[in-house]
Antibody
Framework: EVQLVESGGGLVQPGRSMKLSCAAS????????MAWVCQAPKKGLEWVAT????????YYRDSVKGRFTISRDNAKSTLYLQMDSLRSEDTATYYC?????????WGQGVMVTVSS | IQMTQSPASLSASLGETITIECRAS??????LAWYQQKPGNSPHLLIY???KLADGVPSRFSGSGSGTQHSLKINSLQSEDVASYFC????????FGAGTKLELK
């Protein structure tokens, strides 16, 4: 059974950093591209970033370029999202998802609240 | 690419057939997926490549369309179908529609 379990969320002040993790199991992690998708409270879904199966290629939405970094450790079957210079508008639930151009499996999500 | 999803909300009766539309700002071919999100849960893939049913998804769900116009149809509405539904284009990067909240009448 495919499982994606996010961790690392919480309350953080504007301008500070936070790192999210996503532990994957139930599939061969290093065969798949992965992604982060966020959802602000009571809002819709927004793609954040994507990383290729081997970590060699990454893509970001414009609003997070230069502030967020997606990475992976295939030996640990873990996906990461390093979020720097956080803004109030980054407040959202962050989901990790397996990426096949569409998102076929999703984690349960982790809440990130950016507030002073 | 912008995705315009309609309606924003929908109220329907059990057993009814409903349709949700997504219009893309440019041709996305069949590079479109549909997701269901029940309250408090993460999204769940229903349809990919415009019309292909994801594993385990009931056959009362169907997707159609190509180019800029796409739709999700739910036949014989069940109580467990109460949820929000989102489309996603993946022709160029990824963009989601704003969502449709489906309620029972």
């Amino acid at each position: 059974e495919v499982q994606l379990v996010e961790s690392g969320g919480g309350l953080v002040q504007p301008g500070r950093s936070m790192k999210l993790s996503c532990a994957a199991s139930g599939f061969t992690f290093n065969n798949y591209d992965m992604a982060w998708v966020c959802q602000a409270p009571k809002k819709g879904l927004e793609w954040v970033a994507t990383i290729s199966y081997d970590g060699s290629t990454t893509y970001y939405r414009d609003s997070v370029k230069g502030r967020f970094t997606i990475s992976r450790d295939n030996a640990k079957s873990t996906l990461y999202l390093q979020m720097d210079s956080l803004r109030s508008e980054d407040t959202a639930t962050y989901y990790c998802a397996r990426y096949l151009y569409y998102f076929d499996y999703w984690g349960q999500g982790v809440m990130v609240t950016v507030s002073s | 690419i912008q995705m315009t999803q309609s309606p924003a909300s929908l109220s329907a009766s059990l057993g009814e057939t409903i349709t949700i539309e997504c219009r893309a700002s440019e041709d996305i071919y069949s590079n479109l997926a549909w997701y269901q999100q029940k309250p408090g849960n993460s999204p769940h893939l229903l349809i990919y490549d415009g019309s292909k049913l994801a594993d385990g998804v009931p056959s009362r769900f169907s997707g159609s369309g190509s180019g800029t116009q796409h739709s999700l149809k739910i036949n014989s509405l069940q109580s467990e179908d109460v949820a929000s539904y989102f489309c996603q284009q993946y022709n160029i990067y990824n963009t989601f529609g704003a969502g449709t909240k489906l309620e029972l009448k």
